[in-house]
């Protein structure tokens, strides 16, 4: 026991020699850190494949009538860059990568609570990918139900294969639901010494609120799937007008999931920048306990909101009014959020690095993707616009624009944490530049087509379209190139030499003060807390003392 | 539950790092989040069971007379003397009486079983007078009614499908108990199987007077 | 790990007694259900049967699942898990209800 502490506690996560050899000492190990990495790969791997159906959509919509694909591939198209666009990067996204490796680090644990269901939660991960990508390869064809998988026409009318990803659609859902449970419970049992609840990063309190909505909400679209499989293999009488079903009980549960699921997407992402802003502010962050509880009441809120997908649906008027109502509610715990980042910006000695830029082109862009939200929320408006371009234009400034991004800064903050590289910060800049040109190109023209009455998912268009679609396509290309020179200069990093030092930006959370890799067990002691997280004149007091203990 | 059990197992080998630490509480707290996931997922069925409920009141009478409501009782009394027993095989391990014990757990699974063979008759009947989905017979009868049925097939079976699952995690927790990897201090696992029993009973005391007592 | 197995001696024992009794009270619950349904309560109907449930419920929860004797994070967690259901049922409610 004793020479296994040893070992423990002087190799880094990366080096360490366990039971397994070669990539089986990865996909078996149960430790947090590598499990974030292998969340790393697999997920960006699922985002080149959902931007490369992106591309092939945005190409297609170039000219008039067919341009490289027919009509159903087009639809095939749509739906698959949603479902793995969805389920298989967003959703999981920053939890399942810097939840797994940063939460136990900030709250000072050596690991998660369960740590064997973390790494079934991976597998189960991929097998749910290799179910939802199955129906390429398989006879009916790809499915082309729209990532929604909407009554009755994915249980009755399409011959599409809708079985597999439906499954794979639930057991990604299962996945998600053990992480949750896991960081929940993480969260309650695992603290340091000292570390209470509002002295816990705010990244961690993100996660934490996130973790309860994958808990709560999962299960409901776990069920929704359910019945529509049943229905759509043994003709169950669930949904399906025909058989006196109603779908609009479908669009309810699905939503009911699918809506609490973009506060999984976004509330992460606002942790993550909660995080970067003191840092490369160097202050104290404006409003711990506002954004703490602002990410607790987003995440309730949001559970109460998924009406508002449905107002054109034919539910009755009544609950159309009151989510339309609560809709706005939504809107203050952001604008708390919004408030208190620049806020502690105000004063601040600014440093603009790699991070910092991208959370400045997230503020703006998530503004543009917020407001055109309360155009949606609107109810009178919403109904102008409902299954038009403004909806993708909507949703992708804010996942994209939002959540991507800040998945950026996230890897562009803690890569050298991570891997104990550093990369090239002037071509990650760069990189920002030119994704921030193309994402509006991209992104804008659709807002106005939609405005103009473009409808989405439409294979073809009138003329008066096209100038703002190939504006659009050309965006496209302009996102892609800035994509292709992040993940250059990302890789290259991660294979050049250990270079980074233990704490390349300044930042005083716990896992700034191990050393980069960090080790096994993260700490050699269990550290106690003392003050905040991000009390930077307690902090700059006791820094000599944090250097003698990382050289020792 | 069996990840503390084989993570002891691996340190004792010195090859696989695992982090042992054992944490009860923590582990209750997982199962019990568990627990929520699925009360949530039954919640949405129920919440489809309330719409048309409201949407078809009267037809849902009607389909509800062709229930046998002795042997819905029958299997309320059966899963409820189950959650007795599996209540009862908890305080016999923490008394440290194994075989009583394991005594418990095996009348537990006894009864999940009868609970089966009981739904088993109760479908069997129902298929052969030809109500089942997609029958011919089911599809002549009203909207309303094929939505119950509907229900009635998703729902129980779901449910029958966590009964089942329930066996096969008490097996478990049987060799666990024989094996002495559940004893009088650390009879966890145990307990959580039995979270989720009870559960499964919760679930049915909901589900008898929704499906078999409408007049 | 040794506070642990403090919490674990100081936790409740429950005599097996109280088990049996809250079983038979559940029994008897359960005939009362049944036979409240023969007679016709009208509006009531639906409305006793779930009462009844609940009732049950409450006590599977409190005593075969130790909700009773457990610390409080578990009643609070299982407090927001019912609030969350309660939430969707009346929301959802406003919509089948004013339709």
Do not use: C
């Amino acid at each position: 026991m004793n020479s296994q502490a040893l070992d423990v506690n002087s190799v880094d996560y990366l080096e360490y020699k366990g039971k397994h050899k070669g990539i089986l000492a990865w996909i078996l190990s149960t430790d947090h850190k590598r499990i974030g990495i292998l969340y790393l790969v697999s997920l960006s791997t699922f985002f080149i494949v959902g931007v490369a159906l992106g591309f092939l959509m945005r190409f297609e919509m170039l000219s008039q009538g067919k341009t490289i694909v027919d009509a159903q591939t087009y639809n095939a198209l749509f739906t698959l860059h949603g479902i793995i666009m969805v389920f298989l990067f967003i959703i999981p996204g920053i939890p399942a990568v810097f939840g797994n490796f940063f939460l136990p680090i900030q709250i000072g644990a050596k690991d998660v609570a369960f740590p064997r269901l973390n790494l079934l939660s991976w597998w189960l991960y991929v097998i749910g990918a290799i179910f939802a990508l199955s129906s390429l390869f398989l006879s009916g064809g790809p499915i082309d139900t729209g990532w929604t998988f909407y009554i009755p026409y994915s249980s009755r009318y399409t011959s599409a294969n809708v079985i597999l990803p439906l499954i794979g659609a639930f057991i990604l859902g299962f996945s998600s639901i053990l992480t949750g449970l896991n960081f929940v419970t993480t969260v309650h049992r695992l603290r340091a010494p000292g570390m209470s609840f509002f002295k816990m990063p705010l990244f961690v309190w993100a996660v934490y609120s996130t973790a309860w909505i994958q808990v709560v909400a999962t299960p409901v679209v776990g069920i929704t799937i359910i019945l529509v499989i049943l229905e759509r293999l043994f003709y169950v009488g669930i949904f399906d007008p025909t058989l006196g079903g109603d779908p609009i009980l479908f669009q309810h549960l699905f939503w009911i999931y699918s809506h609490p699921a973009v506060y999984i997407m976004i509330l992460p992402a606002m942790g993550v920048v909660s995080e970067i802003i003191p840092t490369f502010a160097r202050r104290t962050i404006f409003g711990y306990k506002a954004i703490a509880f602002s990410s607790l009441s987003i995440a309730i809120i949001g559970y109460i909101v998924w009406g508002h997908h449905m107002f054109t649906s034919g539910m009755s008027d009544t609950s159309r009014w009151i989510f339309s109502f609560l809709t706005f509610i939504v809107a203050i715990p952001s604008g708390v959020k919004v408030f208190n980042w620049v806020a502690t910006l105000y004063k601040g000695s600014i440093e603009f690095g790699t991070p910092l830029v991208y959370v400045m082109a997230f503020i703006l862009l998530f503004s543009i993707g917020g407001l055109t939200g309360l155009v949606l929320g609107a109810l009178s408006t919403d109904v102008h616009v409902h299954d038009t371009y403004f909806v993708p234009g909507h949703f992708h400034y804010v996942m994209f624009g939002g959540t991507a991004f800040i998945f950026f800064a996230a890897i562009h903050y803690w890569l050298p944490k991570m891997f104990g590289r550093m990369y090239n910060e002037q071509w990650a800049k760069i990189a920002v530049g030119v994704m921030f040109i193309g994402l509006n190109m991209l992104y804008f023209p659709m807002l106005i087509l939609g405005y103009m009455g473009m409808p989405r998912r439409y294979y073809d268009y009138l003329p008066e379209y096209a100038s703002l679609h190939i504006l659009s396509t050309v965006g496209s290309w302009i996102l892609i190139i800035g994509l292709v020179v992040m993940i250059v200069n990302l890789i290259k990093a991660v294979r050049s030499p250990k270079t980074a030092p233990m704490n390349p930006w300044g930042g005083i959370t716990l896992e700034w003060q191990v050393p980069s890799p960090p080790p096994l067990e993260n700490f050699r002691v269990i550290p106690e807390v003392k003050h905040g997280p991000y009390d930077y004149h307690y902090y700059e007091e006791e820094e000599v003392k944090y250097e003698h203990i990382s050289k020792s | 539950m069996s990840i503390s059990a084989k993570a002891e197992d691996n340190t004792s080998l010195h090859t696989e790092h695992i982090h042992i630490h054992r944490d009860d509480v923590g582990a209750k707290l997982g199962m019990w989040l568990f627990l929520f996931t699925e009360l949530l997922l039954f919640g949405g069925m129920f919440l489809i069971y309330m719409a048309y409920r409201l949407e078809y009141s009267t037809e849902f009478q009607i389909s509800a007379k062709e229930l046998d409501v002795a042997l819905g009782t029958v299997n309320t009394l059966i899963l409820l003397t189950s959650s007795l027993t599996m209540a009862l095989s908890i305080a016999a391990i923490q008394r440290d009486k194994k075989i009583l014990s394991m005594l418990f757990i095996v009348l537990t699974i006894s009864l999940a079983l009868a609970f089966m063979i009981n739904k088993y008759f109760e479908w069997g009947a129902k298929f052969h007078h030809g109500i089942y989905p997609g029958s011919m017979e089911l599809a002549e009868k009203s909207n309303g009614e094929i939505i119950f049925f509907g229900l009635y097939y998703s729902m129980t079976g779901i449910h029958g499908l966590h009964v089942l699952v329930g066996v096969v995690v008490l097996l478990f927790m049987l060799v666990f108990v024989a094996r002495n990897k559940i004893n009088s201090i650390n009879y966890m696992k145990l307990e959580n199987s039995g979270l989720y029993w009870h559960l499964v009973d919760l679930i049915w005391i909901f589900l008898f007077p929704l499906f078999y007592l409408l007049h | 790990m040794n506070l642990d197995n403090k919490e674990h001696e100081k936790s409740h024992l429950i005599g097996y007694g109280t088990y049996v009794l809250s079983w038979l009270v559940l029994l008897s619950l359960a005939i009362l259900t049944v036979t409240v349904a023969s007679i016709d309560l009208g509006n009531f109907t639906l409305f006793t049967a779930l009462l009844i449930a609940a009732i049950k419920s409450a006590l599977v929860i409190m005593i075969f699942m130790h909700i009773k004797y457990d610390e409080p994070i578990f009643k609070v967690f299982l407090t927001i898990a019912l609030l969350v259901l309660l939430i969707v049922f009346v929301l959802m409610g406003f919509d089948i209800f004013y339709r």
